[in-house]
């Protein structure tokens, strides 16, 4: 396995874990796995039936403007959600660096529950007037505040139980059943689509998804209460113990490992705004933009997770034997390479042409996306991991996964052109093999000869 994560005195590495940690049962491995799965399907299954319930939200939440209007004021809310999740990332990762990966990941997911159920309850615009908005962005940020711990706290657990010729299949766990409460949701809403019509969809239909997150979460929190950390931050968490005090894992990370930080943030960079881009908002793209009717376009979709999830563990196998950052340098070249000539061909009046350029662009993601957890969890030691990855991570989310929606709704308005969200994450793309390159050619601590 080609990690190449160096040796230093501060820096207890992945790829030599302890004796008790390769002596871990499958049935411990298994349950981790479980846990860390239901807490991140449960998350982005409430994103996708917020992403492709778009259309309806609008206006039942913003009655008063116009189409167009009204859809970018839905995504905005969906934008301003993200603001909490830095600070949170620094919130989850101070709990999970000095508590307990376990005590983080157990209450983010009940405050994500709640606040995800409360949504179902929200009464319209048509109700209580400007107070609903005003509530549905409350819910959204409380949302986005638990949810930035999720992500990365399900990585660092399942890195740190996962064998250690196995972290990368392992980690990749994680943005597949992210994935896969996406493609839930898109069979749940096509379903509601299908069976319910547009009265039903817009009195009581859009509430359903939102509360099955109570008992999603409840199942999730049940089976998280009974895991435990891995044996290699209950080692470092009993010697950190006898220490004297140090500082907040935030502060060390920042004055530590900038050069980490900025490599994390880049590549996250393309996973925010292609994952929320290709996956959240193109049924959304596919039926305002192109006119494709709505179960065309939720069939589409369906197809594109699918072969996305299966792509995910494939690359996540793959990054143990060749290494993470060169798969996601391949991601990034093949986005900058081909993402406009595939957006020119889903404008040629083909459903089949778009399912196509949306399974490749898909597989182009998970290149990046199957190897992303592990690669930022060998990028910060155990005392800083969860808080470095939370932190890095939720930043670059903040910037430009929560508001990919917004930004590509808002260009294509501004400049008439379908092709614009293809320019866009050209140039994010751009900007996270930037980040790659010069970061590992400079004096990255520790050291990634992947």
Same mark, same amino acid.
């Given at each position: 396995?080609?990690?190449?994560?160096?040796?230093?005195?501060?820096?207890?590495?992945?790829?030599?874990?302890?004796?008790?940690?390769?002596?871990?049962?499958?049935?411990?491995?298994?349950?981790?796995?479980?846990?860390?799965?239901?807490?991140?399907?449960?998350?982005?299954?409430?994103?996708?039936?917020?992403?492709?319930?778009?259309?309806?939200?609008?206006?039942?939440?913003?009655?008063?403007?116009?189409? #167009?209007?009204?859809?970018?004021?839905? $995504?905005?809310?969906?934008?301003?959600?993200? %603001?909490?999740?830095?600070?949170?990332?620094?919130?989850?990762?101070?709990?999970?660096?000095?508590?307990?990966?376990?005590?983080?990941?157990?209450?983010?997911?009940?405050?994500?529950?709640?606040?995800?159920?409360?949504?179902?309850?929200?009464?319209?615009?048509? /109700?209580?007037?400007?107070?609903?908005?005003?509530?549905?962005?409350?819910?959204?940020?409380?949302?986005?505040?638990?949810?930035?711990?999720?992500?990365?706290?399900?990585?660092?657990? %399942?890195?740190?139980?996962?064998?250690?010729?196995?972290?990368?299949? &392992?980690?990749?766990?994680?943005?597949?059943?992210?994935?896969?409460?996406?493609?839930?949701?898109?069979?749940?809403?096509?379903?509601? &689509?299908?069976?319910?019509? +547009?009265?039903?969809?817009?009195?009581?239909?859009?509430?359903?998804?939102?509360?099955?997150?109570?008992?999603?979460?409840?199942?999730?929190?049940?089976?998280?209460?009974?895991?435990?950390?891995?044996?290699?931050?209950?080692?470092?968490?009993?010697?950190?113990?006898?220490?004297? +005090?140090?500082?907040?894992?935030?502060?060390?990370?920042?004055?530590? &490992?900038?050069?980490?930080?900025?490599?994390?943030? !880049?590549?996250?960079?393309?996973?925010?705004?292609?994952?929320?881009?290709?996956?959240?908002?193109?049924?959304?793209?596919?039926?305002?933009?192109?006119?494709?009717?709505?179960?065309?376009?939720?069939?589409? #979709?369906?197809?594109?997770?699918?072969?996305?999830?299966?792509?995910?563990?494939?690359?996540?196998?793959?990054?143990?034997?060749?290494?993470?950052?060169?798969?996601?340098?391949?991601?990034?070249?093949?986005?900058?390479?081909?993402?406009?000539?595939? $957006?020119?061909?889903? !404008?040629?009046?083909?459903?089949?042409?778009?399912?196509?350029?949306?399974?490749?662009?898909?597989?182009?993601?998970?290149?990046?996306?199957?190897?992303?957890?592990?690669?930022?969890?060998?990028?910060?030691?155990?005392?800083?991991?969860?808080? !470095?990855?939370?932190? +890095?991570?939720?930043?670059?989310?903040?910037?430009?996964?929560?508001?990919?929606?917004?930004?590509?709704?808002?260009?294509?308005?501004?400049?008439? #052109?379908?092709?614009?969200?293809? &320019?866009?994450?050209?140039?994010?793309?751009?900007? /996270?093999?930037?980040?790659? %390159?010069?970061?590992?050619? #400079?004096?990255?601590?520790?050291?990634?000869?992947?």
């Amino acid at each position: 396995m080609a990690t190449g994560l160096g040796s230093h005195p501060d820096f207890p590495s992945l790829s030599t874990p302890t004796a008790q940690t390769q002596a871990a049962n499958a049935s411990s491995l298994r349950r981790a796995g479980i846990a860390c799965f239901i807490g991140n399907f449960v998350e982005w299954f409430d994103y996708a039936s917020y992403g492709f319930m778009a259309a309806l939200i609008a206006r039942l939440f913003f009655p008063e403007y116009d189409n #167009s209007a009204a859809l970018i004021a839905t $995504f905005l809310v969906f934008a301003l959600s993200f %603001l909490v999740r830095p600070l949170g990332g620094v919130f989850w990762g101070h709990i999970g660096d000095r508590i307990g990966r376990k005590s983080a990941l157990s209450l983010s997911i009940i405050i994500m529950s709640i606040a995800t159920f409360c949504i179902a309850l929200l009464p319209t615009y048509q /109700a209580i007037g400007i107070a609903a908005p005003c509530l549905l962005l409350t819910c959204r940020l409380v949302q986005g505040f638990s949810a930035s711990g999720e992500y990365a706290g399900a990585a660092t657990f %399942l890195t740190e139980h996962a064998p250690c010729n196995q972290k990368g299949f &392992y980690a990749s766990l994680v943005p597949a059943s992210a994935a896969a409460g996406l493609l839930f949701g898109s069979l749940f809403v096509s379903g509601l &689509y299908a069976w319910l019509d +547009s009265e039903q969809l817009l009195t009581w239909g859009w509430r359903i998804p939102f509360a099955l997150a109570a008992p999603f979460g409840m199942i999730g929190l049940y089976i998280r209460l009974h895991l435990e950390d891995a044996q290699e931050f209950v080692q470092f968490q009993q010697a950190q113990k006898q220490a004297a +005090s140090q500082p907040a894992p935030i502060r060390k990370v920042l004055s530590q &490992y900038p050069l980490n930080l900025m490599a994390a943030f !880049g590549v996250t960079s393309l996973n925010a705004v292609g994952f929320y881009l290709l996956l959240s908002y193109m049924p959304t793209y596919l039926m305002v933009e192109l006119a494709i009717p709505e179960t065309q376009a939720f069939a589409i #979709s369906t197809a594109t997770l699918s072969c996305y999830i299966i792509a995910v563990f494939a690359v996540g196998k793959l990054s143990d034997r060749i290494g993470r950052r060169r798969l996601l340098i391949y991601a990034s070249v093949c986005f900058i390479l081909f993402t406009l000539p595939l $957006f020119h061909l889903m !404008g040629q009046d083909s459903l089949l042409l778009v399912l196509l350029v949306q399974i490749l662009l898909g597989l182009f993601l998970a290149l990046n996306d199957g190897t992303l957890s592990c690669y930022l969890c060998e990028l910060f030691p155990t005392n800083v991991r969860y808080s !470095g990855f939370a932190f +890095s991570f939720n930043s670059a989310n903040a910037l430009f996964g929560g508001t990919a929606p917004l930004v590509a709704t808002t260009l294509i308005q501004v400049t008439g #052109s379908t092709m614009a969200p293809g &320019y866009y994450l050209i140039i994010v793309a751009f900007l /996270a093999l930037t980040a790659i %390159l010069y970061s590992h050619k #400079s004096r990255m601590k520790p050291t990634d000869n992947a």
